[in-house]
């Protein structure tokens, strides 16, 4: 059964379904937990109590909605567009991120969310 978590801050939330890999079950060992919000262009991102290496199918280029891992920042990244570094429209991350899972439903509510918003992740049923 797939591990679902919703991911919250002020104005909105979204439900995400993870992947089982080894950072997923790192952060579903750490949850609840929450995080300071920072954009970069369409991409949020917030530090969580999690360290993991870099998986083998880790990426620099994803799809919008993708829920990853930034291994050196310890944070999620959260790619709903382009980022400063994207090329074209694709969502290019800063460095290869492990991918845990993707989001449910548009990930295009997360331009709601703004720099210093407090982000909560809590495990669903």
């Known amino acids: 059964m797939p591990t679902r978590i919703s991911i919250a801050w002020p104005r909105g939330s979204v ?3 993870l992947a089982d890999t080894p950072t997923a079950r790192a952060l579903v060992a750490r949850l609840p937990c929450s995080g300071s919000a920072s954009t970069w262009g369409d991409e949020v991102y ?4 999690v360290s993991a290496a870099l998986e083998a199918d880790a990426r620099q280029v994803v799809a919008p909605g993708e829920v990853c891992f930034w291994v ?3 944070a999620l990244a959260l790619p709903f ?12 991350l800063v460095t290869r991120c492990n991918v845990l899972g993707r989001i449910e439903g548009d ?3 997360l331009a709601g969310v703004r720099d210093g918003d407090r982000v909560l992740v809590t495990l669903t049923e």
Not at 46 to 49: A, C, G, R, W
Not at 81 to 92: F, I, K, L, V, Y
């Open 15 to 17: 439900a995400a379904v």
């Open 72 to 74: 050196e920042g310890h």
């Open 46 to 49: 917030f530090e969580i109590p």
């Open 81 to 92: 567009g382009p980022t400063p570094m994207s090329r074209g429209g694709e969502p290019r």
């Open 107 to 109: 990930p295009h509510v």
